[in-house]
């Protein structure tokens, strides 16, 4: 089935009589007849429910619908983006290994890897998306476990080069794990061009009405772990926690990375999303493919409209002829990238301040992605600690405004920012 149509049918098939949603299955625990029956689902032997901190039925259904979308053979949900990012590395990288990780990444991933996941005795290298073959060969290490990029930056909208990091991956017997968050399945899929895993937000355009925080990982199930056994005993030899089960010799290929996921790192952890969260993201689901197309659409007007303002100082948005990111774009997300625009106001923070001040459709708000037109000045928000050097030097300029274009008419979006202008 085409993407359009697994947006609203993957996932979950009702019985006759059944409801057509997924039921929201709000609850803790689940009856079994025997101990024997449960001692099956601990020892990973037979599938089924025995603590929602694990699985749910409800979160299950929409995990598979994601899968679907993004053309991989198993997937899992969690209770946030982080969550998703730091359970995707994670599972496959400990105290002592080593990760290599695009600089071009939404800033709370790097945080969590720079500070956070380094406390775990994780290592991370850190390479311009854009390095040379050189460079990039020379981040590799023996105890390199993945590399880790995002399909379009956010707030920067690199378009990361998904086929060349890929095989750089794979020569290192490493996979490559994406954060497709901003593209979506609709207008990516990662897999096609040899990445390995994708993580989601899916607090973003796959819930789009800022109704739920989310996460999401998948697997494509082509990744040969035992090829590279040496690299990947988590997944290669005996788990004594679950009695000594190995999992890509019970799962195989396409189950054993989000198997183990589960029964690790959820069991341990925790990250689980409550099951109302899961059914709302299924709604926001089913109308995915028809909002990424108007938010496409509405950016690209938008971003052309600000590059012919003689108040503007600068334009970036991957789907403008002449953007750095255009042609590797267009091989990647032929039918558009995503609605999220970035641009300079001529004067600098203060006239920044004054446009978004007078902006009546476009709400100031911290979030992105989502079916309102969103707004937000980073130098006077969330990186108002930092000077007008420092924020040139983080790439966040003092005059920086991230647009993130709903799905209102266009004609509306862009009178809105007109209108603002005049007031500069």
């Known amino acids: 089935?085409?993407?359009?149509?697994?947006?609203?049918?993957?996932?979950?098939?009702?019985?006759?009589?059944?409801?057509?949603?997924?039921?929201?299955?709000?609850?803790?625990?689940?009856?079994?007849?025997?101990?024997?029956?449960?001692?099956?689902?601990?020892?990973?032997?037979?599938?089924?429910?025995?603590?929602?901190?694990?699985?749910?039925?409800?979160?299950?259904?929409?995990?598979?619908?994601?899968?679907?979308?993004?053309?991989?053979?198993?997937?899992?949900?969690?209770?946030?983006?982080?969550?998703?990012?730091?359970?995707?590395?994670?599972?496959?990288?400990?105290?002592?290994?080593?990760?290599?990780?695009?600089?071009?990444?939404?800033?709370?991933?790097?945080?969590?890897?720079?500070?956070?996941?380094?406390?775990?005795?994780?290592?991370?290298?850190?390479?311009?998306?854009?390095?040379?073959?050189?460079?990039?060969?020379?981040?590799?290490?023996?105890?390199?476990?993945?590399?880790?990029?995002?399909?379009?930056?956010?707030?920067?909208?690199?378009?990361?080069?998904?086929?060349?990091?890929?095989?750089?991956?794979?020569?290192?017997?490493?996979?490559?794990?994406?954060?497709?968050?901003?593209?979506?399945?609709?207008?990516?899929?990662?897999?096609?061009?040899?990445?390995?895993?994708?993580?989601?937000?899916?607090?973003?355009?796959?819930?789009?009405?800022?109704?739920?925080?989310?996460?999401?990982?998948?697997?494509?199930?082509?990744?040969?772990?035992?090829?590279?056994?040496d690299k990947f005993p988590g997944l290669t030899t005996p788990d004594e926690s679950y009695h000594g089960i190995t999992y890509v010799e019970q799962f195989g290929n396409g189950g054993a990375y989000i198997t183990k996921c589960v029964a690790q790192l959820m069991r341990d952890l925790g990250s689980t999303p409550a099951p109302m969260n899961a059914y709302l993201l299924n709604l926001g689901l089913e109308s995915l493919a028809v909002r990424m197309k108007r938010h496409c659409e509405n950016g690209q007007k938008v971003a052309e409209f600000l590059s012919q303002h003689d108040k503007i100082a600068w334009v970036n948005y991957p789907g403008l002829e002449g953007n750095k990111y255009y042609d590797r774009a267009k091989k990647y997300m032929p039918n558009g990238t995503c609605g999220v625009v970035s641009f300079g106001v001529k004067g600098g923070r203060k006239a920044a301040e004054a446009f978004m001040k007078q902006l009546k459709v476009a709400i100031i708000a911290t979030h992105v992605a989502d079916a309102h037109t969103c707004v937000l000045h980073p130098a006077s928000s969330t990186h108002r600690q930092l000077s007008d050097e420092e924020l040139v030097a983080a790439g966040v300029g003092p005059d920086l405004v991230r647009l993130s274009v709903g799905i209102e008419n266009a004609d509306d979006i862009i009178a809105d920012l007109a209108q603002a202008l005049e007031s500069v």
């Open 1 to 229: 089935m085409k993407k359009e149509t697994l947006c609203v049918q993957a996932g979950y098939v009702p019985e006759n009589g059944e409801s057509r949603l997924p039921p929201i299955v709000q609850s803790t625990t689940f009856k079994y007849d025997t101990s024997e029956d449960m001692g099956e689902l601990f020892d990973l032997k037979a599938s089924g429910y025995f603590y929602t901190r694990l699985q749910n039925p409800t979160s299950d259904y929409v995990a598979a619908k994601i899968a679907a979308l993004e053309g991989g053979t198993a997937g899992m949900l969690t209770s946030s983006g982080q969550a998703a990012n730091l359970f995707a590395v994670f599972n496959i990288a400990g105290c002592g290994d080593h990760v290599i990780a695009s600089t071009a990444i939404y800033g709370g991933t790097y945080n969590l890897f720079n500070v956070t996941m380094r406390r775990m005795g994780i290592d991370f290298t850190f390479v311009d998306p854009d390095c040379s073959d050189e460079e990039l060969e020379a981040a590799f290490k023996p105890n390199t476990k993945a590399v880790f990029g995002e399909t379009i930056a956010n707030p920067s909208l690199v378009v990361f080069d998904i086929e060349r990091f890929a095989n750089a991956a794979h020569a290192h017997g490493v996979p490559l794990i994406i954060d497709n968050t901003f593209a979506t399945p609709i207008n990516c899929r990662p897999f096609e061009f040899g990445c390995d895993i994708v993580t989601h937000s899916t607090t973003k355009y796959m819930d789009g009405h800022d109704a739920q925080v989310g996460g999401a990982i998948v697997d494509s199930g082509n990744f040969d772990w035992m090829a590279h056994a």
